[in-house]
């Protein structure tokens, strides 16, 4: 398959995989590149600027193929110094970032300067029209149906993805409810020139986290993510385990949450902890109402051959014969 995803990006196939908190390491990253698509190393997830620098070579020595590194810029508990991460990014030679969060606009003299294309995540069309105003290159368009931050608009990909291709003229990617054939067919269909996915990636054999929690989401329906923080407006959506469950209760209380009351449920270090040890409930995790379109943990090569086949086989053959009649 050829869009002008895979063009600019210098890909194989039109598949991308989202950056992750503590999932985007140089195993993953490298796996998916190696299998033809767009691995992505999680800038934050490295504790600081060197670490990142390091992981960056690390991945060079995993693949020969483009990758990239992703910026996420979001309130966090301990202050992040973005500046330096974007230029330790920069002076890795890195030629593609996520930037995703706020606007990226204050780093893209830093990031343009350097000859790097910028994929700008959105989750409304209005925030893609200023990405692309302000000259990312192109943008991830991600739905409601997303894992982590969907934004308080609460829009579906249904409706997002044909809004994009109507006003948008730089790419974009499909975010937020993909996993399968069927749905790179489908974004393909509704104007994206490509997928992004991370839940899905998540449950792959070279995902760094355990198997535990790849086997819970194996077991999940679409029915098992909460959306939390919606009453800090910094939604995100989690797999329903019994931590989202009291933060939802937190939430539930008379009077205005405050981000102290959930703090030490939610902090970043145990999700961490949840992915090495595989205690399914020592904090949240990100996850995305696909969970319920996953049932098996296949390698990223074997995940990203059979999603091209099935979306082709949909393209050329169900859909070719509808049309020719
Ligand atoms: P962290 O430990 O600093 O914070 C944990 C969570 O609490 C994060 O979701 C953060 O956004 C939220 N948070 C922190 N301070 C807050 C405040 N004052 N008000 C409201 N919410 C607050 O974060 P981390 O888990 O180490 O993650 C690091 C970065 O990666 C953060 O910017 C986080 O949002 C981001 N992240 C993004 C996704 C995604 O889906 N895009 C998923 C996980 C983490």
């Known amino acids: 398959m050829q869009t002008r995803i895979t063009e600019m990006l210098g890909i194989q196939h039109p598949i991308v995989q989202g950056g992750m908190q503590w999932v985007g ?11 033809g698509g767009l691995g992505i190393l999680t800038g934050l997830t490295q504790p600081s600027p060197e670490d990142l620098v390091k992981e960056i ?7 020969d193929k483009p990758f990239a590194v992703n910026l996420t810029i979001l309130p966090t508990i301990k202050p992040v ?27 893209l003299p830093l990031f343009k300067g350097a000859g790097v294309t910028v994929i700008h995540k959105c989750t409304s069309i209005r925030h893609s029209l200023k990405a692309e105003r302000i000259g990312c290159d192109m943008v991830s368009v991600d739905g409601f149906e997303c894992a982590g931050h969907p934004g ?11 809004l994009a291709a109507r006003r948008l003229k730089i790419p974009f990617l499909a975010s937020g409810g993909f ?10 269909a509704m104007g994206a020139d490509g997928i992004n996915m991370g839940t899905r990636f998540m449950v792959t054999r070279e995902a760094p986290i355990h198997e535990k929690v790849k086997q819970k989401m194996v077991d999940a329906s679409e029915l098992d993510t909460s959306l939390i923080y919606r009453s800090l407006r910094n939604t995100a959506r989690v797999f329903k385990n019994s931590i989202a469950q009291q933060v939802l209760e937190i939430e539930a209380q008379p009077g ?27 904090g949240i995790w990100s996850a995305g109402m696909v969970v319920g379109l996953i049932d098996d943990i296949p390698t990223c090569e074997e995940l990203i051959t059979r999603i091209v086949a099935e979306a082709e086989q949909i393209i050329s053959e169900r859909l070719a014969r509808m049309v020719s009649a």
């Open 25 to 35: 390491l140089a195993e993953l990253a490298a796996a998916v590149s190696n299998a």
């Open 256 to 282: 205005d949450t405050k981000f102290e009351d959930i703090q030490s449920l939610v902090q970043g270090v145990k999700g961490r902890e949840l992915f090495e040890g595989g205690d399914l409930d020592k």
């Open 81 to 107: 110094p973005y500046e330096e991460y974007a230029r330790a990014i920069v002076d890795s030679g890195i030629k593609i970032v996520e930037t995703a969060g706020r606007n990226p606009e204050p780093f």
């Open 57 to 63: 070579a690390r991945c060079r020595e995993m693949t």
């Open 152 to 162: 308080e608009d609460d829009v579906t990909n249904m409706i997002l993805l044909p």
């Open 179 to 188: 996993g399968d054939g069927r749905g790179l067919a489908a974004a393909l």
